[in-house]
């Protein structure tokens, strides 16, 4: 135990993000279902307003900041030192530093638990509603301080990937060769380096104004509630592309190998990431279009918000084109990666109606929003993250997780997750508010609700299948090999030290001299 406690080596602290991850996605899980069994008919007081508020502001926060994130940062600790042929992470007490600063914030956030009074403001918190006067209770001063220590070890990974993709690629391994996975996790970091420090400077001043009275988000006092709003989603959308990134970069390795061919225009899904990256700063207004705030400021972020999703289509498009003419294996895997460009496609078509400044007017604090960011998040990221699972699992583990009941796994995750958020966007546009602990009998709401909180059991059912899988493969699955996937890329080689890196396919070079890719590259 001791020796997994003081772990420096990347692999190790790569799978303890992952385990912990899956831990607190399970109590992440299980508050949803508590909100989905007091949402599932009219009427219902199984639980109490507050109660309610506590539980939807926990989640939210775990699954944003103790499950996305975490999982991310956990395949990238685990993967980019093997993908670019390093020994291990530039700092690697830097790593263990940044894990157990996520520990303690997540362990701290549930402590508040123990104080009777959780926070309960959202996972957003605004002002004023997260002032003293309005939440009295220390929730959100546990709330803030746990965020301020995981956006902390999260800061110190991103410094730690941009110094060992910088510094510790092996001979050969040139930016224009870098694994679609690991170029992605460097844009990612360099965004985590402007986006997170906002968050942890307005978690400072709400402290500020709850702990000493400073005041910047009291109205009364000078302040201005609107100054949280503009800090946070000047991190909160940024934020959102730092969660799929990632995962975009899983998708770009896996489509391939089991197409059977390249990447669709490399070229063009680096530089899309360029321009995700750049345009991500300059949207956040978006999620304040219901603010009072100009018709000309409006317009602009209301063209920026279009105009981003522009670099997510050509990702879509070289991803969907990469599969044409290819050799494809349905692996449960390849199933994953198939429905994440669905899903994810249904929540970004959602997002760019938001973009439109009337239909956000209509649509804002309704369910709509609510099975948008689901679909983006869980549609997007946790559908690429389970892909990258069954795709790397006999990396980490020297095991094959089990493909039939994998199937199983992925049918009861994709019925599920449809039958849980679609629905919602129906509920929407019927006008149901989000954040509501409880709903009048009105036309079809009942029912609706009923459809998603049963799909929400089945989408329970799927994960812990997926737990089940995991624990039975550990112990039963089938020896892996090396390179099950004969894939590409450097982390599947026995020995990558004896690999000479000429090309973005190194393992086909190695096993391919008749045919090399160490051609002139696009």
């Avoid at 302040?223 to 709003?229: E, T």
């Avoid at 409880?438 to 909180?453: C, E, K």
Wanted: charged residues 10%.
């Amino acid at each position: 135990m001791s020796g997994v406690l003081g772990a420096v080596d990347h692999k190790r602290i790569g799978v303890l993000y992952l385990f912990s991850a899956l831990i607190f996605a399970l109590i992440g899980g299980a508050e949803a279902m508590v909100m989905r069994a007091q949402l599932s008919l009219p009427n219902l007081k199984l639980l109490t307003p507050d109660t309610y508020n506590q539980v939807f502001t926990m989640h939210g926060t775990t699954m944003i900041f103790l499950v996305v994130m975490p999982v991310l940062t956990g395949f990238g600790v685990y993967l980019i030192p093997l993908m670019i042929g390093a020994h291990d992470m530039a700092f690697p007490c830097l790593s263990a530093v940044a894990f157990w600063l996520h520990i303690v914030g997540g362990l701290l956030l549930y402590l508040s638990f123990a104080t009777g009074n959780a926070p309960n403001a959202g996972w957003f918190s605004y002002a004023p509603l997260s002032e003293k006067q309005y939440s009295p209770g220390p929730g959100l001063d546990f709330w803030a301080v746990s965020l301020i220590l995981i956006g902390s070890g999260i800061i110190a990974s991103a410094i730690n990937f941009i110094v060992t993709i910088a510094a510790s690629r092996t001979a050969g391994m040139t930016i224009r060769r870098l694994p679609l996975f690991v170029w992605m996790n460097l844009v990612n970091a360099v965004m985590i380096i402007f986006a997170l420090p906002v968050l942890v400077a307005s978690l400072v001043m709400l402290l500020g104004d709850r702990l000493l009275h400073a005041r910047f988000f009291d109205a009364a006092q000078g302040g201005s509630p609107l100054l949280w709003q503009h800090y946070f989603w000047i991190f909160g959308h940024p934020e959102v592309y730092i969660m799929i990134l990632p995962a975009f970069g899983m998708i770009s390795e896996i489509i391939p190998v089991f197409s059977r061919k390249p990447i669709f225009g490399y070229p063009f899904v680096a530089a899309s990431t360029l321009a995700i990256a750049f345009l991500s700063y300059g949207v956040w207004v978006h999620h304040m279009f219901a603010v009072a705030l100009g018709r000309t400021l409006l317009s602009v972020f209301a063209a920026a918000s279009m105009l981003i999703a522009v670099p997510t289509g050509v990702k879509v498009f070289n991803w969907t084109t990469t599969m044409l003419g290819g050799s494809i294996r349905f692996t449960t895997s390849m199933l994953f990666a198939v429905a994440f460009l669905l899903e994810f496609t249904i929540g970004g078509l959602s997002g760019v109606a938001f973009a439109a400044v009337p239909v956000d007017w209509q649509m804002t604090d309704t369910y709509f929003v609510v099975a948008h960011i689901h679909y983006v998040l869980f549609g997007g990221t946790l559908f690429a993250v389970f892909a990258g699972v069954y795709y790397w699992f006999p990396k980490m583990t020297g095991k094959l997780l089990d493909e039939p009941l994998g199937r199983w796994h992925f049918w009861l995750i994709v019925v599920g997750f449809n039958a849980t958020f679609f629905v919602q966007h129906i509920l929407g546009l019927l006008g149901m508010p989000r954040r509501v602990y409880t709903y009048a009998d009105f036309p079809w709401w009942g029912p609706l609700n009923l459809i998603s909180t049963i799909g929400a059991g089945i989408l329970t059912f799927g994960v812990l299948l997926f737990v089940a899988n995991v624990l039975v493969s550990l112990r039963f699955g089938a020896v892996a090999g090396c390179d099950p996937w004969n894939a590409w890329t450097l982390e599947w080689a026995e020995d990558f030290s004896a690999v000479t890196v000429q090309s973005r396919r190194p393992l086909w070079d190695l096993k391919h001299p008749e045919a090399p890719d160490w051609v002139p590259e696009s």
